[in-house]
Protein backbone atom coordinates (compact mmCIF):
# COMPACT_ATOMS: atom_id res chain seq x y z
CA UNK A 1 0.00 0.00 0.00
CA UNK A 2 1.53 3.34 -0.99
CA UNK A 3 2.20 5.50 2.32
CA UNK A 4 -0.44 8.06 3.06
CA UNK A 5 0.63 12.20 1.68
CA UNK A 6 1.74 14.03 4.64
CA UNK A 7 3.57 16.78 2.43
CA UNK A 8 4.54 17.60 -1.43
CA UNK A 9 6.59 19.97 -3.29
CA UNK A 10 6.10 21.85 -6.61
CA UNK A 11 8.64 23.42 -8.57
CA UNK A 12 8.77 25.40 -11.67
CA UNK A 13 10.68 24.53 -14.76
CA UNK A 14 11.94 26.36 -18.28
CA UNK A 15 10.79 29.27 -19.43
CA UNK A 16 8.31 31.02 -17.51
CA UNK A 17 4.27 31.05 -19.22
CA UNK A 18 1.56 33.03 -17.93
CA UNK A 19 -0.43 30.60 -15.39
CA UNK A 20 2.48 29.44 -13.36
CA UNK A 21 1.27 31.00 -10.43
CA UNK A 22 -2.38 30.06 -10.68
CA UNK A 23 -1.32 26.50 -10.81
CA UNK A 24 1.06 26.82 -7.85
CA UNK A 25 -2.41 28.50 -5.94
CA UNK A 26 -4.39 26.14 -7.04
CA UNK A 27 -1.91 23.40 -5.66
CA UNK A 28 -1.64 24.69 -2.37
CA UNK A 29 -4.80 25.42 -2.07
CA UNK A 30 -6.04 21.80 -2.93
CA UNK A 31 -3.17 19.93 -0.99
CA UNK A 32 -4.51 22.25 1.70
CA UNK A 33 -7.93 21.08 1.50
CA UNK A 34 -6.69 17.72 2.20
CA UNK A 35 -4.67 18.47 5.13
CA UNK A 36 -1.26 18.33 3.31
CA UNK A 37 1.50 20.17 3.42
CA UNK A 38 2.95 21.82 0.44
CA UNK A 39 6.68 23.45 0.19
CA UNK A 40 8.10 25.39 -3.16
CA UNK A 41 11.34 24.73 -4.41
CA UNK A 42 13.33 27.93 -5.84
CA UNK A 43 14.30 27.75 -9.32
CA UNK A 44 13.73 24.78 -11.14
CA UNK A 45 15.62 22.65 -8.94
CA UNK A 46 18.06 24.87 -7.65
CA UNK A 47 16.49 25.44 -4.18
CA UNK A 48 17.89 21.77 -3.22
CA UNK A 49 20.89 21.55 -5.58
CA UNK A 50 22.50 24.58 -4.08
CA UNK A 51 20.99 25.10 -1.09
CA UNK A 52 23.49 28.19 -0.26
CA UNK A 53 22.17 30.60 -2.79
CA UNK A 54 19.41 30.64 -0.81
CA UNK A 55 19.60 32.11 3.07
CA UNK A 56 16.18 32.10 3.69
CA UNK A 57 15.50 28.43 2.07
CA UNK A 58 15.54 27.09 -1.21
CA UNK A 59 12.75 25.05 -0.49
CA UNK A 60 9.85 26.73 1.81
CA UNK A 61 6.87 26.15 2.81
CA UNK A 62 4.08 27.53 0.76
CA UNK A 63 0.35 28.45 2.97
CA UNK A 64 -2.68 29.80 1.56
CA UNK A 65 -1.48 33.26 3.24
CA UNK A 66 1.48 32.81 0.32
CA UNK A 67 -0.65 32.34 -2.56
CA UNK A 68 -3.29 34.49 -2.17
CA UNK A 69 -4.27 36.92 -4.98
CA UNK A 70 -1.35 35.53 -7.03
CA UNK A 71 -3.40 33.67 -9.79
CA UNK A 72 -3.58 36.81 -12.18
CA UNK A 73 -0.11 37.47 -11.91
CA UNK A 74 2.55 36.35 -14.73
CA UNK A 75 6.27 34.67 -13.78
CA UNK A 76 6.50 32.74 -11.05
CA UNK A 77 6.38 33.10 -7.64
CA UNK A 78 8.94 30.25 -7.24
CA UNK A 79 11.58 31.40 -9.80
CA UNK A 80 12.23 29.39 -12.84
CA UNK A 81 15.68 28.06 -15.01
CA UNK A 82 16.31 26.44 -18.04
CA UNK A 83 19.86 25.67 -17.03
CA UNK A 84 21.02 23.22 -14.97
CA UNK A 85 18.62 20.13 -15.60
CA UNK A 86 20.00 17.42 -12.67
CA UNK A 87 20.02 14.75 -15.31
CA UNK A 88 22.48 16.16 -17.61
CA UNK A 89 24.20 18.98 -14.63
CA UNK A 90 27.31 20.71 -16.26
CA UNK A 91 30.40 20.71 -13.70
CA UNK A 92 33.69 22.74 -14.68
CA UNK A 93 36.58 20.20 -14.76
CA UNK A 94 40.27 21.21 -13.33
CA UNK A 95 41.47 20.79 -16.99
CA UNK A 96 39.44 23.36 -18.23
CA UNK A 97 36.53 21.33 -19.98
CA UNK A 98 32.88 21.02 -19.14
CA UNK A 99 31.25 17.79 -18.02
CA UNK A 100 27.67 16.48 -17.24
CA UNK A 101 26.91 14.43 -14.42
CA UNK A 102 23.64 13.16 -12.66
CA UNK A 103 22.50 15.01 -9.47
CA UNK A 104 19.13 13.70 -9.89
CA UNK A 105 19.49 11.37 -6.88
CA UNK A 106 20.45 14.29 -4.54
CA UNK A 107 16.67 15.36 -5.29
CA UNK A 108 15.13 12.11 -4.21
CA UNK A 109 17.53 12.02 -1.04
CA UNK A 110 16.16 15.46 -0.07
CA UNK A 111 12.65 14.46 -0.37
CA UNK A 112 13.05 11.21 2.01
CA UNK A 113 15.22 13.22 4.32
CA UNK A 114 12.34 16.07 4.79
CA UNK A 115 9.87 13.62 4.55
CA UNK A 116 8.40 15.16 1.33
CA UNK A 117 6.29 12.00 0.38
CA UNK A 118 5.78 13.89 -3.65
CA UNK A 119 6.13 16.13 -5.96
CA UNK A 120 4.00 18.36 -8.47
CA UNK A 121 6.34 19.48 -11.70
CA UNK A 122 5.18 22.34 -13.64
CA UNK A 123 7.06 22.71 -16.91
CA UNK A 124 7.81 22.15 -20.69
CA UNK A 125 9.33 18.97 -22.41
CA UNK A 126 12.23 19.30 -20.36
CA UNK A 127 10.59 19.66 -17.14
CA UNK A 128 8.62 16.72 -17.38
CA UNK A 129 11.31 14.73 -18.76
CA UNK A 130 13.25 15.70 -15.56
CA UNK A 131 9.84 14.59 -13.83
CA UNK A 132 10.08 11.19 -15.68
CA UNK A 133 13.06 10.33 -14.74
CA UNK A 134 12.45 11.03 -10.86
CA UNK A 135 9.21 8.81 -11.30
CA UNK A 136 11.31 6.12 -12.55
CA UNK A 137 13.77 6.16 -9.60
CA UNK A 138 10.76 6.21 -7.32
CA UNK A 139 9.32 9.29 -6.62
CA UNK A 140 5.94 10.19 -6.48
CA UNK A 141 5.66 13.03 -9.30
CA UNK A 142 2.81 14.26 -11.53
CA UNK A 143 3.39 16.62 -14.24
CA UNK A 144 1.75 19.85 -15.54
CA UNK A 145 1.80 20.75 -18.92
CA UNK A 146 3.27 24.37 -19.21
CA UNK A 147 4.70 26.30 -22.08
CA UNK A 148 3.50 29.30 -24.61
CA UNK A 149 5.14 26.96 -27.52
CA UNK A 150 1.88 24.72 -27.22
CA UNK A 151 4.75 22.00 -28.09
CA UNK A 152 4.02 19.07 -25.77
CA UNK A 153 2.03 16.06 -26.83
CA UNK A 154 -0.93 14.15 -25.51
CA UNK A 155 -2.68 17.25 -24.14
CA UNK A 156 -5.31 19.46 -26.26
CA UNK A 157 -3.06 22.76 -25.19
CA UNK A 158 -0.47 23.91 -22.13
CA UNK A 159 -1.26 27.12 -19.85
CA UNK A 160 0.84 30.14 -21.81
CA UNK A 161 -0.43 29.72 -25.19
CA UNK A 162 -3.34 31.21 -25.15
CA UNK A 163 -1.79 34.64 -23.44
CA UNK A 164 1.03 34.43 -25.81
CA UNK A 165 -1.67 33.94 -29.32
CA UNK A 166 -3.43 37.11 -27.87
CA UNK A 167 -0.82 39.09 -27.25
CA UNK A 168 1.14 38.54 -30.60
CA UNK A 169 -2.45 39.00 -32.42
CA UNK A 170 -3.12 42.59 -30.82
CA UNK A 171 0.45 43.18 -31.65
CA UNK A 172 -0.31 41.91 -35.57
CA UNK A 173 -3.44 44.21 -35.40
CA UNK A 174 -1.28 47.43 -34.09
CA UNK A 175 1.34 46.62 -37.42
CA UNK A 176 -1.15 46.24 -40.05
CA UNK A 177 -2.07 50.35 -38.74
CA UNK A 178 1.45 51.10 -38.91
CA UNK A 179 2.57 48.71 -42.11
CA UNK A 180 -0.68 50.48 -44.08
CA UNK A 181 0.59 54.22 -43.23
CA UNK A 182 4.17 53.60 -44.76
CA UNK A 183 3.21 50.91 -47.37
CA UNK A 184 5.79 48.81 -45.82
CA UNK A 185 6.60 44.89 -44.82
CA UNK A 186 6.83 44.39 -41.07
CA UNK A 187 8.39 40.96 -40.45
CA UNK A 188 7.20 39.83 -37.11
CA UNK A 189 9.41 36.80 -35.33
CA UNK A 190 7.60 35.06 -32.97
CA UNK A 191 8.78 32.26 -30.35
CA UNK A 192 7.39 28.60 -30.41
CA UNK A 193 10.82 26.98 -30.56
CA UNK A 194 10.98 23.85 -33.01
CA UNK A 195 6.78 24.46 -33.26
CA UNK A 196 4.61 26.59 -35.21
CA UNK A 197 1.83 27.15 -32.92
CA UNK A 198 2.23 30.28 -32.42
CA UNK A 199 2.47 31.79 -35.41
CA UNK A 200 -0.13 30.03 -37.26
CA UNK A 201 -2.47 31.00 -34.45
CA UNK A 202 -1.56 34.45 -34.11
CA UNK A 203 -0.95 34.76 -37.73
CA UNK A 204 -4.45 33.75 -38.96
CA UNK A 205 -5.93 35.21 -36.05
CA UNK A 206 -4.04 38.19 -36.57
CA UNK A 207 -4.69 38.55 -40.17
CA UNK A 208 -0.72 38.15 -41.64
CA UNK A 209 -0.15 37.78 -45.29
CA UNK A 210 2.63 35.30 -45.17
CA UNK A 211 3.00 32.44 -42.11
CA UNK A 212 6.27 31.11 -41.83
CA UNK A 213 6.79 27.52 -39.83
CA UNK A 214 9.46 25.16 -38.93
CA UNK A 215 6.97 22.85 -40.23
CA UNK A 216 6.92 24.21 -43.81
CA UNK A 217 10.52 25.17 -44.75
CA UNK A 218 10.12 28.08 -47.08
CA UNK A 219 11.07 29.47 -50.23
CA UNK A 220 11.80 33.49 -49.99
CA UNK A 221 11.02 34.10 -53.86
CA UNK A 222 7.41 32.42 -52.79
CA UNK A 223 7.31 35.00 -50.33
CA UNK A 224 8.82 37.81 -52.50
CA UNK A 225 5.85 36.51 -54.94
CA UNK A 226 3.30 37.07 -52.56
CA UNK A 227 4.49 41.16 -51.62
CA UNK A 228 4.73 41.82 -55.75
CA UNK A 229 1.32 40.22 -55.76
CA UNK A 230 -0.60 42.47 -53.38
CA UNK A 231 1.91 45.22 -54.76
CA UNK A 232 -0.01 44.79 -57.76
CA UNK A 233 -3.32 44.17 -56.42
CA UNK A 234 -3.29 48.23 -55.13
CA UNK A 235 -2.23 46.63 -51.69
CA UNK A 236 1.29 47.91 -50.89
CA UNK A 237 2.16 46.94 -47.19
CA UNK A 238 2.23 43.46 -45.94
CA UNK A 239 2.76 41.52 -42.65
CA UNK A 240 5.22 38.01 -42.51
CA UNK A 241 4.92 36.75 -39.71
CA UNK A 242 8.36 34.03 -38.97
CA UNK A 243 8.10 31.40 -36.61
CA UNK A 244 11.95 31.65 -35.12
CA UNK A 245 12.62 28.05 -35.61
CA UNK A 246 11.57 28.45 -39.51
CA UNK A 247 13.43 27.88 -42.33
CA UNK A 248 14.55 28.10 -45.61
CA UNK A 249 13.42 24.87 -47.76
CA UNK A 250 17.50 24.08 -48.25
CA UNK A 251 18.88 26.43 -46.01
CA UNK A 252 19.04 26.07 -42.03
CA UNK A 253 17.56 27.35 -38.81
CA UNK A 254 19.10 30.44 -37.06
CA UNK A 255 20.54 30.67 -33.77
CA UNK A 256 21.26 33.40 -31.05
CA UNK A 257 23.76 30.77 -29.79
CA UNK A 258 24.77 27.03 -30.10
CA UNK A 259 23.60 24.46 -27.43
CA UNK A 260 26.61 24.17 -24.76
CA UNK A 261 26.63 21.50 -22.09
CA UNK A 262 23.45 22.32 -19.43
CA UNK A 263 21.79 24.71 -22.11
CA UNK A 264 19.75 24.37 -25.07
CA UNK A 265 20.39 26.15 -28.04
CA UNK A 266 18.80 29.53 -28.97
CA UNK A 267 16.83 30.00 -32.14
CA UNK A 268 16.11 33.62 -33.08
CA UNK A 269 17.48 35.86 -36.16
CA UNK A 270 15.47 35.05 -38.99
CA UNK A 271 12.91 37.87 -38.70
CA UNK A 272 16.45 39.68 -39.32
CA UNK A 273 17.46 37.74 -42.16
CA UNK A 274 14.09 37.39 -43.93
CA UNK A 275 13.76 41.47 -43.43
CA UNK A 276 16.93 42.20 -45.25
CA UNK A 277 16.23 39.78 -48.22
CA UNK A 278 13.08 41.08 -48.93
CA UNK A 279 13.86 44.52 -48.53
CA UNK A 280 16.30 43.70 -52.02
CA UNK A 281 14.12 41.64 -53.64
CA UNK A 282 10.66 43.42 -53.56
CA UNK A 283 12.16 47.09 -52.84
CA UNK A 284 9.58 47.65 -50.42
CA UNK A 285 10.60 49.32 -47.57
CA UNK A 286 11.06 46.41 -44.58
CA UNK A 287 10.86 46.74 -40.84
CA UNK A 288 11.17 43.68 -38.14
CA UNK A 289 9.69 43.65 -34.99
CA UNK A 290 10.59 40.86 -32.53
CA UNK A 291 8.10 40.26 -30.18
CA UNK A 292 10.39 37.25 -27.92
CA UNK A 293 10.27 37.50 -24.41
CA UNK A 294 7.19 39.46 -24.38
CA UNK A 295 5.01 36.89 -25.35
CA UNK A 296 6.17 35.30 -22.32
CA UNK A 297 4.72 37.87 -19.70
CA UNK A 298 2.16 39.91 -18.82
CA UNK A 299 -1.70 38.10 -16.96
CA UNK A 300 -2.65 35.19 -18.13
CA UNK A 301 -5.85 35.36 -20.33
CA UNK A 302 -8.94 33.87 -18.39
CA UNK A 303 -8.79 30.56 -20.60
CA UNK A 304 -4.96 30.04 -19.53
CA UNK A 305 -5.87 31.00 -16.02
CA UNK A 306 -8.60 28.55 -15.64
CA UNK A 307 -6.58 25.55 -17.70
CA UNK A 308 -3.99 26.46 -15.04
CA UNK A 309 -6.25 26.33 -11.90
CA UNK A 310 -7.53 23.07 -13.18
CA UNK A 311 -4.58 21.66 -14.13
CA UNK A 312 -3.00 22.29 -10.35
CA UNK A 313 -6.51 21.01 -8.96
CA UNK A 314 -5.56 18.02 -11.01
CA UNK A 315 -2.94 17.36 -10.23
CA UNK A 316 -3.65 17.17 -6.72
CA UNK A 317 -6.23 14.30 -6.93
CA UNK A 318 -4.11 12.51 -9.28
CA UNK A 319 -1.76 12.19 -5.98
CA UNK A 320 -4.74 11.63 -3.56
CA UNK A 321 -5.56 9.03 -5.90
CA UNK A 322 -2.47 7.37 -5.58
CA UNK A 323 -1.20 8.01 -9.20
CA UNK A 324 2.41 8.76 -10.11
CA UNK A 325 4.33 9.07 -13.24
CA UNK A 326 1.16 11.02 -15.19
CA UNK A 327 0.96 14.39 -16.66
CA UNK A 328 -2.45 16.11 -16.38
CA UNK A 329 -3.89 16.84 -19.80
CA UNK A 330 -6.49 18.78 -21.64
CA UNK A 331 -8.64 16.19 -23.10
CA UNK A 332 -11.67 16.69 -25.07
CA UNK A 333 -14.12 16.06 -22.31
CA UNK A 334 -12.19 17.97 -19.58
CA UNK A 335 -9.18 17.04 -17.83
CA UNK A 336 -7.16 13.65 -18.52
CA UNK A 337 -4.23 12.15 -16.89
CA UNK A 338 -1.56 10.43 -19.66
CA UNK A 339 1.35 8.52 -18.84
CA UNK A 340 4.89 11.22 -18.30
CA UNK A 341 6.68 8.76 -20.66
CA UNK A 342 4.47 9.18 -23.47
CA UNK A 343 4.88 13.00 -23.28
CA UNK A 344 8.75 13.07 -22.06
CA UNK A 345 11.24 13.98 -25.13
CA UNK A 346 7.95 14.09 -27.86
CA UNK A 347 7.57 17.95 -29.07
CA UNK A 348 4.61 18.06 -30.75
CA UNK A 349 4.17 19.57 -34.25
CA UNK A 350 2.03 21.77 -36.10
CA UNK A 351 0.17 18.45 -38.42
CA UNK A 352 0.31 19.46 -42.19
CA UNK A 353 -2.76 18.06 -42.74
CA UNK A 354 -4.83 20.20 -39.67
CA UNK A 355 -7.85 22.83 -40.29
CA UNK A 356 -6.29 25.25 -38.76
CA UNK A 357 -3.19 25.52 -41.35
CA UNK A 358 -5.89 24.55 -43.86
CA UNK A 359 -7.81 27.23 -43.02
CA UNK A 360 -5.03 29.95 -43.58
CA UNK A 361 -4.25 28.39 -46.89
CA UNK A 362 -8.32 28.83 -48.00
CA UNK A 363 -8.31 32.37 -46.76
CA UNK A 364 -5.36 32.87 -48.90
CA UNK A 365 -2.35 33.33 -46.85
CA UNK A 366 0.92 32.22 -47.80
CA UNK A 367 2.59 29.53 -46.37
CA UNK A 368 6.07 30.19 -48.17
CA UNK A 369 5.76 26.69 -49.96
O1 LIG B 1 10.05 27.41 -24.57
C1 LIG B 1 9.68 28.72 -24.33
C2 LIG B 1 10.59 29.67 -25.04
O2 LIG B 1 10.09 30.96 -24.80
C3 LIG B 1 10.81 29.40 -26.52
O3 LIG B 1 9.74 29.81 -27.31
C4 LIG B 1 12.11 30.13 -26.76
O4 LIG B 1 12.83 29.58 -27.84
C5 LIG B 1 12.85 29.92 -25.49
O5 LIG B 1 11.91 29.64 -24.49
C6 LIG B 1 13.68 31.11 -25.08
O6 LIG B 1 14.35 30.83 -23.91
P1 LIG B 1 15.26 31.85 -23.10
O7 LIG B 1 14.44 32.27 -21.92
O8 LIG B 1 16.44 31.04 -22.70
O9 LIG B 1 15.60 33.00 -23.98
Redesign the pocket.
Known amino acids: MTKPIKRIAVCTG ?2 DAPGLNAVIQSVVIAADNLGWQCYGIRDGFNGILFPERYPEGGVYRLTRDKVRGIGHLGGTMLGTT ?1 KGNPLHFPINMPDGTVREIDRSDEILTYFATHEIDALVSIG ?1 DGSLTIANALHQKGLRVVGVPK ?3 NDLDKTYTTFGFDTAVGFATECLDRLHATAESHQRVMVVEV ?3 YAGWIALHAGIAGDAHVILLPEIGFDLDKVAAKIRERVSDGRPYSIVLVA ?1 GAQPRDGHRELLAAAEVGHAE ?2 GGIGETIARALAESTGNDTRVVVLG ?1 L ?2 GGSPTAFDRLSALRFGAAAVRALDEGQSGVMVALGFRGVDYVALEEVAGHIRNVPLDCDTLQTGRDLGISFGD
Do not use: A, V, W
Request: hydrophobic share 25%; glycine share 24%.
Open positions: GGNGTIDMGRERLHLR
